[in-house]
């Protein structure tokens, strides 16, 4: 069974950077494509990012050039690294593979 745990949330200023983590099982990795999604309260869950196995990779529009999926195959996780953070970026982030989703983290950007 699919399980993923997200990691690496918290607080960071407008500009500033966070890396969020999902860690998964090494069958999921190579099998899955991987997403972020993102939850803001009363808006509907919105993707941010994906990469496929072979590595490819795409980006909703407003984070392009700013947010980056990376994946580790050796350590079993996925990563999402946000730069030039925005406040508008406010959200609980979800990792998403197959019909699973992991427990989310929060992302707070605020001066």
């Known amino acids: 069974q699919v399980q993923l745990m997200e990691s690496g949330g918290g607080l960071a200023q407008p500009g500033g950077s966070l890396r969020l983590s999902c860690a998964t099982s090494r069958s999921t990795i190579i099998r899955y494509t991987m997403y972020w999604y993102r939850q803001t309260p009363g808006k509907e869950r919105e993707f941010v990012a994906r990469i496929l196995p072979s590595g490819f990779t795409g980006y909703t529009d407003s984070v392009k050039g700013r947010f980056t999926i990376s994946s580790d195959n050796a350590k079993n996780t996925v990563y999402l690294q946000m730069d030039s953070l925005k406040p508008e970026d406010t959200a609980v982030y979800y990792c998403?593979?197959?019909?699973?989703w992991g427990q989310g983290t929060q992302v707070t950007v605020s001066s």
């Open positions: 998403h593979a197959g019909n699973i």
